[in-house]
């Protein structure tokens, strides 16, 4: 497809080893301003629908909180509650051998999706990031979490003035650049959401990735040792990895995602599209058990026991008491600033003030497209032709919303529109999905 032209896409990628809208500006249901995320949210009770096709399925995850309701749907029994009684859930080494197993397929001893980081799904299907440029059709199925991320800068960084407002630390950077030893930061995978979280971040302060940093990859799971060796001074990677490197006394955390843009868009439930184009009422049956798993996640006196089943060596192999308190919102940030706590900066799964977290709102696929265009991932006429097509092909709400109805989701908590609404980040900066090249143009920096 031209729009999405792989030469243009990596000339810039960074290819990690593999081991292993323009849609309504008004909301679809206004969100219920009485849901602060404290109270329990009745899980369904009503199991309907017709049988899945076959009850097994094969899905990867990455060991970070976005992952937490494919493995809780996993561990409470939600999968085998509509079906689907042979589900797989298996630990990726890293994003790449994620992407290369979905490649192969579970026929291929691979898996049949899993957690992304969005726009994955829709680069694999487009073939921009598989071997020989294979295009392997996906279908985007589910938000699985909105917020539960940081960015940790290293200890040696402390008193630079490195923090949400990073104008503050623009000139010293800038010195790093100009002394030869420029800042050095990461991320999980290359233009995908961890990469836009720094970038945006940087930008907003007036420092440009691209030219005035170093930005390399280093998968989620190697944090930790990274910044102990000083191979890197920041990382941007979720939960809980950037609160790792603040317990272990070698880093402090600079901003959470929830700060940079409050219930932001964050890791989707996709799956190969021949998996779900022969197995819709299975493929419906996973989204169902992944929303309870999600209503499960968001009732807070939950959390402790979801920390104890996170921490488990096959899972995150994290102890429960370094999890707990981030899933309850609360996280030291350190270099003098004041403690977090507040629920509604956590790790959210299921609904937050902006409405439902895990119904995929195409409006919010659109600003991660919008995005790559911005950085020069994608060309812009990404932007200015059919990209309205390209995520109407590849996001499948309408399967969301059968599977919401057939599980017993009250009404008032299915969308009945495809965008989210006008956006506005942190620093005063507004995404309208109406007009994506406005968004565009009011951006200082960019690589178009």
């Not at 102990?228 to 790792?244: H, L, N, Y």
């Amino acid at each position: 497809m031209e729009i999405l032209s792989r030469r243009y896409f990596l000339q810039t990628a960074a290819v990690t080893a593999a081991t292993s809208i323009l849609l309504k500006s008004c909301a679809g249901n206004p969100p219920d301003p009485t849901n602060t995320g404290n109270t329990s949210v009745p899980t369904s009770t009503s199991v309907s629908g017709p049988a899945p096709e076959t009850t097994k399925a094969k899905l990867g995850f990455i060991p970070i909180f976005e992952a937490a309701p494919i493995i809780i749907a996993q561990e409470k029994g939600f999968f085998a509650k509509y079906g689907m009684t042979e589900v797989e859930v298996s630990k990726q080494a890293n994003w790449g051998a994620a992407r290369d197993n979905v490649e192969i397929g579970s026929g291929g001893g691979g898996i049949d999706g899993g957690q992304w980081q969005m726009p994955m799904p829709y680069l694999i299907n487009e073939g921009l990031i598989t071997k020989n440029s294979t295009k392997v059709p996906m279908y985007v199925l589910a938000m699985l979490n909105t917020q539960g991320n940081g960015i940790a800068i290293a200890k040696s960084q402390a008193g630079k003035g490195i923090s949400l407002d990073m104008s503050k630390a623009k000139d010293y950077i800038l010195s790093l650049k100009q002394s030869g030893k420029p800042f050095k930061a990461a991320y999980t995978f290359p233009k995908a959401n961890q990469d836009f979280w720094i970038r945006y971040w940087l930008a907003a302060g007036g420092i440009n990735p691209d030219t005035d940093i170093n930005l390399i990859t280093v998968p989620a799971a190697q944090t930790v040792a990274n910044m102990k060796t000083g191979s890197m001074e920041g990382f941007s990677t979720g939960d809980p990895w950037p609160a790792r490197i603040v317990g272990d006394g070698i880093g402090f955390m600079a901003a959470l995602t929830s700060q940079i843009w409050p219930f932001h868009p964050e890791e989707y439930f996709a799956m190969r599209a021949d998996y779900v184009d022969a197995n819709p009422n299975a493929t419906k049956a996973l989204i169902k058990g992944i929303m309870e798993a999600q209503q499960w996640c968001d009732q807070k006196e939950n959390r402790p026991e979801m920390a104890k089943i996170l921490s488990r060596d096959s899972y995150y192999k994290v102890p429960a008491k370094i999890l707990e308190p981030m899933l309850l919102g609360t996280y030291i940030m350190g270099d003098g600033q004041p403690e977090i706590e507040d629920f509604q900066k956590a790790a959210l799964y299921w609904k937050s003030p902006r409405g439902s977290v895990s119904f995929p709102y195409k409006s919010l696929d659109l600003w991660f497209l919008t995005e790559s265009v911005r950085w020069g991932f994608l060309p812009p006429s990404t932007i200015e032709g059919n990209a309205k097509a390209l995520i109407n092909k590849v996001n499948r709400s309408d399967l969301w919303r059968e599977a919401a109805k057939e599980a017993g989701i009250p009404q008032v908590d299915i969308p009945t529109n495809d965008s989210r609404g006008v956006e506005k980040l942190f620093d005063g900066k507004i995404f309208d999905p109406e007009n994506p090249k406005a968004y565009l143009d009011s951006l200082a920096i960019k690589a178009i």
